[in-house]
């Protein structure tokens, strides 16, 4: 029997995760929702993913663009198993007293809510445990999971003591034109930005400190990462291996010839990774540095892409469809096209 | 008797050194170079500014423009006490052959120089007194200038222990359109970033770790910095105190509205400072933030303007005109239109 799963806002998330639904053996899609006609509601149809209309929406309109709707929210989340909700941020929260009108309905939200919302904030590396049978879960944003999956990496390795971040976040995705800045740098003036309590939502009560800027681009995130471990003599190569043997990290080497964010993204697209997706941090092994006691890294955040997988490991932990959270991931990897060699 | 000076290079820095040196008493623009005509050489020549040809540059371009010009830097170097180099980064230390045949030439270099090409490097409110009588001086990077403002503030109140700064350095200058990148970030791969060491050619043996990205911005840098200190207790508006009583810090406060980089430009220009400029470090109140013994704040530097004050003090030290740092900041400031009102 196969989860049924419902997508709840098939925007920038959404739509990849309604794509990512349809790879799985143990998933199947039964709808996605859209609140206005686009050019994405019909591709949608194209695809075959029945649509229905949500929110404020109003079903004519969709008739007068020529899409096909199959009815409103509401009338598929009776047959749905769970619903993965890719509205945009605090629209989610609005949507939960319509998810607890269906009892056994489960719902995942992604980061842009409140770690309140759910009954755990997941991420497949560190904690897919704590999703087992769970009603409702949060998928932390997509800064946090990043941060989550190295910062893992190394703690599981050398046992984390302290981390300081500043996180350079891409003003808009490529497509969200009505924002800016275009060319500004903005600060997050609380400190610690939501990137810091984000992370401990998921590992707990580890000592992170985390500050923030946005600027004009739109490609990527880009973080600098500074870590103290309690295990002393830590090398580079040692950091390497901990990232190498680890799910959902891509390391690029000086030959490479990746300077940057644009670079990755071109790399994704050579890679014929569909949309151009980079759903695995990427982060520069010439980037790596140690002195003193401290470790030194730079990575390199798709916003739009890199929670999808996480996506669907939360629903196969929810309902408990695989135990072992390394299986979960090498079945969405593989699934997905995420080439890493998991060893 | 005036200080007289030559700059040579008369492009971002060296046009706004040139206007500088114009507005002291106790100084005197006796020349300004470039290696081709242009629309900045024809500016110089409309203001008064006695125009030479530099390195591979061919007197009869500027003739063929109808630029006057007065003849070759080596003309005008024998009548000058100083040189205040502004030519692009290493440029600069080939010159310093040419200077050596004025036996009595004194030096200026900017900071884009490595720390041995002089014979100490500069920030007027950090060690004012290491160029008196000195033959070559440095004044640092626009960067390291805004670090060692804030931390001596910091520094000499409550005695820095740590310092972490991460440093988003703007892609190019407004002008400077053959730079890029327009939608990438890259990091600086090697850490410490050079910040990091340039701080303490000035500040000596203080602890500082550094980090920088490039984002494809043209306005100002932002920095995120991160300071402990010896002293307990120290509170927010200890911080404000100790910025607001320190010389060439201007804060800005939440119901000013300035967001980000772009604001602080808004506001230089609505002030009508020349050229749009900022020669102060820009650093949001609210963005003070203490979380145990460590301090976060955020500032931005105008990278174009921000060391002319400090190549003016440096002039004033290595002739000894005045004795006293803050006196020779006053000088300046008062000179250049700095409106803080120094306490």
Redesign the interface.
Known sequence: MKVKVVVNGYGTIGKRVADAITKQDDMELIGVTKTRPSYQAKMAVDKGYPLYVSGKGVKDDFIKAGIKVDGRLEDILESADIVVDTTPEKIGKENKDIYLKYSDLKAIWQGGEKASIADASFNALVNYEAAFGKKFVRVVSCNTTALCRTLYAIHKNFDISHI?A?I?R?ASDPAETEKG?I?????S????SHHGPDVQSVMGNIDI?T?A??????????H?V?VTCKKKGVTVSDIISAFESTERIRLFNGWEHI?????IMEFAKDNAFYRGDMMENGV?S??I?I?GS?I?Y?Q?VHQESIVIPENIDAIRSMFELEKDKYKSMRITDESLGILKNIK
């Open positions: 300081t500043v350079v891409r800045p060319n500004s740098l903005e600060p003036l609380k400190v610690p400190e500050m800027i946005k600027a004009p681009t739109t490609l990527m995130h880009l600098s500074i300077f940057g964010t644009a670079q520069w010439d980037g540095n002195i401290k030194y730079y390199a």
